[in-house]
């Protein structure tokens, strides 16, 4: 398995990269990937020049990828020189793995961020994170507006007005999410749901993520 560095890069930076035990990569201010370290490139599971020239986004689990990217724009943006926070991603094979994640403005000569200096720091728990890749389509669009209006807190009542259903259809509805999510009551099927990424962080009212839902 390769790493990919750049011959314009300084000697000191191309020892730092190659000899820690960190996942590293560097990312040009579009967030796509120029270099990776190894063990940056083993814990995403590519191949030779697998994730050089793609967006890094695009490795990021759909819960968080709006709250980072826009950590990304702002050290883009110079708004600020670096940051930390909990990342989800996922893998060359869709499996999904936690951690770390923190960003680093590189400037260059003329002042402006050159490239993005990032390092993950996965978490070494032996248990499988029980969160859903984003590819795999959970929820029929009926039920995602069922799940939707249960996490806003909606009644069965108004969910059938809102929905045109019968008060036994959206019971129906429910007793199949139940099912489906291997739960016993609504809020243990909020609360899963929101574990495994189903909705995204920080959004009001709740919106199943569209990479869940079925045509």
Request: glycine content about 8%.
């Amino acid at each position: 398995m390769c790493d990919w560095v750049s011959e314009s890069s300084p000697a000191n930076y191309l020892a730092l990269f190659r000899q820690s035990s960190m996942c590293m990569a560097n990312l040009d201010p579009e967030f796509e990937v120029l270099e990776a370290n190894r063990p940056f490139v083993r814990q995403f599971g590519w191949g030779p020049g697998h994730g050089s020239g793609r967006n890094l986004c695009e490795f990021l689990h759909p819960s968080v990828r709006g709250k980072l990217q826009d950590e990304l724009v702002r050290l883009a943006d110079g708004r600020r020189s670096r940051f930390a926070d909990r990342v989800v991603a996922l893998d060359a094979q869709d499996s999904v793995f936690l951690g770390e994640m923190t960003g680093i403005a590189m400037r260059g000569e003329s002042g402006r961020v050159a490239r993005i200096l990032v390092l993950i720091d996965p978490d070494e728990s032996g248990t499988e994170p029980q969160i859903v890749p984003a590819r795999k389509k959970l929820f029929s669009p009926m039920h995602a507006r069922i799940l939707e209006g249960v996490a806003a807190g909606e009644s069965t009542l108004q969910l059938a007005t809102k929905l045109f259903l019968s008060r036994g259809g959206v019971e129906y509805h429910v007793a199949s999410l139940l099912r489906r999510m291997k739960v016993t009551n609504r809020p243990a099927l909020i609360s899963k749901s929101y574990s495994m990424g189903v909705f995204a962080l920080g959004q009001w009212p709740p919106r199943v993520r569209p990479e869940f839902v079925s045509e």
